[in-house]
């Protein structure tokens, strides 16, 4: 079994700044794709970014070139740097983890472990 732990959520201004972490626990973060998914209000939970093993990534196009998605296996962290915000990215942000390490998905089915969710909340 897989725990994802998501910290680093908070209210800021527009053009802001926020880091997201998310720690996992109960196997190593090499053998795992991870992701970051977002729910807003009255919305369904939709897919942010995500990095496989070999650090490949994907972006939602509406955050590409403002968030970056990084790995670090040694400390079982995933991390979504988040610059450049918008008042559309208010939202609870999910870590949550692939048992496919390979893939790279935008598929909220495919992931198999999710976080409790962090809020972020960005104002005008």
């Known amino acids: 079994q897989v725990q994802l732990v998501e910290s680093g959520g908070g209210l800021v201004q527009a053009g802001g700044s926020l880091r997201l972490s998310c720690a996992a626990s109960?196997?190593?973060?090499?053998?795992?794709?991870m992701g970051w998914f977002r729910q807003a209000p009255g919305k369904e939970r939709e897919f942010v970014s995500t990095?496989?093993?070999?650090?490949?990534?994907y972006y939602l196009d509406s955050v590409k070139g403002r968030f970056t998605i990084s790995r670090d296996n040694a400390k079982s962290t995933v991390t979504l740097h988040m610059n450049s915000l918008k008042p559309e990215d208010t939202a609870v942000y999910f870590c949550?983890?692939?048992?496919?390490?390979?893939?790279?998905?935008?598929?909220?089915?495919?992931?198999?472990?999710w976080g409790q969710g962090t809020q972020v909340t960005v104002s005008s």
């Open positions: 109960g196997r190593t973060l090499s053998r795992l794709t």
């Open positions: 990095i496989n093993w070999s650090g490949s990534t």
């Open positions: 949550a983890a692939n048992r496919d390490y390979s893939r790279v998905s935008a598929r909220e089915y495919e992931y198999d472990y």
